[in-house]
């Protein structure tokens, strides 16, 4: 089992930043990746980054140039940094934590992100 705890959201003007994390507990054991997600009303979950132990990083295109993740592993925890945040950037963001061994997602609860003058 994993367990996943973020923290790092709030409210921020448009063009402000933010600096979510999410640290992990638990069994780790092997390879995996991390990922934050996110989730605005009315619409699907989407992926906004991901960071692997291979050191491998993927962006959607939507936040590419403004957002960067980052992992530290001595304290077994993701970062996402948020710049240049924009309206529709405003959503609930999630920490998954995907273990590549057995296929099994672990989830945070949470962190809610609104972006509004």
């Known amino acids: 089992q994993v367990q996943l705890v973020e923290s790092g959201g709030g409210l921020v003007q448009p063009g402000g930043s933010l600096k979510l994390s999410c640290a992990a507990s638990?069994?780790?054991?092997?390879?995996?990746?991390m990922n934050w997600y996110r989730q605005a009303p009315g619409k699907e979950r989407e992926l906004v980054a991901s960071?692997?132990?291979?050191?491998?990083?993927n962006y959607a295109d939507s936040v590419k140039g403004r957002f960067t993740i980052s992992r530290d592993y001595a304290k077994n925890t993701v970062y996402l940094q948020m710049n240049s945040l924009k309206p529709e950037d405003t959503a609930v963001y999630y920490c998954?934590?995907?273990?590549?061994?057995?296929?099994?997602?672990?989830w945070g609860q949470g962190t809610q992100v609104t972006v509004s003058s």
């Open positions: 638990g069994s780790s054991l092997g390879g995996n990746v």
């Open positions: 998954n934590y995907y273990r590549l061994l057995t296929s099994t997602n672990y």
């Open positions: 960071a692997s132990t291979t050191g491998h990083k």
